[in-house]
């Protein structure tokens, strides 16, 4: 695996392919919801990326945060650590791919978030990096493998912008007036669907697509998304989305990718 190749193989651990991230520029307009966290009240926030192994079958990665709202001004402040990522990936994988994100393990991240739930950013970032700096550079001296070597001097040479992506995307995710995925209404879109369902805003869309294969060309992708809000609080408590690729000349469809969000009480322990 070279270094590049070995950060993207990371990255799968936050944003999947073809599940890029929304910009933060263009949030979501989700009418009627109020934006009110639980402040004081441990969370867990598990998020699940599973796609098709070279050898064919499902494998799956999955980061688990502890999170904790508090009030902070007239927004709020939520304190976030990356307690451990789990996997049924084949060891040496896991191994692979959790060294390379080992400095953001345990580490503790805090954004601050506007009253209206809109505004994400990163409490002190220079902090954050000059930490996660540290970590890496004395992981790196610890490792064998040229790959951790590689990856080190990636990190520490990644963009600012592309730094800050990396560690809002699932949070930006999180909170339902700043993630720009969220359709705000159907439109007459038909591909959209919005239901009301006691306290949870449920919002389901369809989307069409093509996957490039190497040994048949183009096919057809369809992709499922899924969003359930509650109203309450203004955050996601399950955001599902799935590629699945068409059969050609059939309505056989095969899951390719998947990533689910889900929100929970309590601490993960």
């Given at each position: ?14 944003t ?10 263009a ?16 969370m ?8 098709i ?16 709202w508090?009030g ?43 009253a ?5 950013a ?8 000059a ?18 070597q ?25 909170i339902?007036?700043?993630?720009a ?12 669907s ?11 869309k ?12 183009a ?6 998304m ?12 399950r ?22 969000r ?8």
């Amino acid at each position: 695996m070279t270094g590049r190749g070995a950060w993207a193989a990371a990255m799968l651990l936050f944003t999947a392919p073809g599940m890029a991230a929304a910009e933060p520029s263009a949030p979501a307009a989700v009418g009627g919801l109020q934006f009110q966290p639980p402040v004081g009240q441990p969370m867990t926030y598990r998020v699940t990326t599973r796609r098709i192994s070279r050898g064919g079958t499902l494998i799956s990665f999955s980061l688990v945060y502890a999170l904790d709202w508090q009030g902070a001004g007239r927004g709020y402040r939520l304190d976030t650590v990356l307690r451990r990522i789990e996997s049924d990936a084949r060891p040496e994988l896991v191994r692979a791919l959790t060294g390379l994100v080992r400095p953001l393990v345990g580490e503790s991240v805090t954004y601050l978030v506007d009253a209206e739930g809109r505004s994400v950013a990163l409490a002190d970032p220079d902090a954050l990096w000059a930490r996660v700096a540290e970590r890496t550079r004395a992981l790196a001296a610890e490792a064998t493998a040229p790959e951790a070597q590689q990856v080190a001097a990636l990190l520490a040479s990644l963009p600012e912008a592309e730094r800050e992506k990396l560690v809002t995307a699932d949070i930006r995710a999180l909170i339902a007036p700043a993630n720009a995925a969220i359709p705000a209404t159907t439109d007459d879109d038909a591909s959209v669907s919005i239901r009301h369902d006691g306290g949870q805003l449920s919002i389901a869309k369809v989307e069409k697509g093509a996957v490039a294969a190497a040994d048949r060309g183009a096919s057809a992708l369809d992709i499922d998304m899924l969003w359930a809000i509650d109203k309450t609080t203004g955050l996601v408590l399950r955001e599902q989305r799935q590629n699945w690729i068409v059969e050609p000349g059939s309505d056989a469809r095969t899951l390719a990718e998947e990533r689910v969000r889900v929100l929970t009480p309590g601490d993960p322990g």
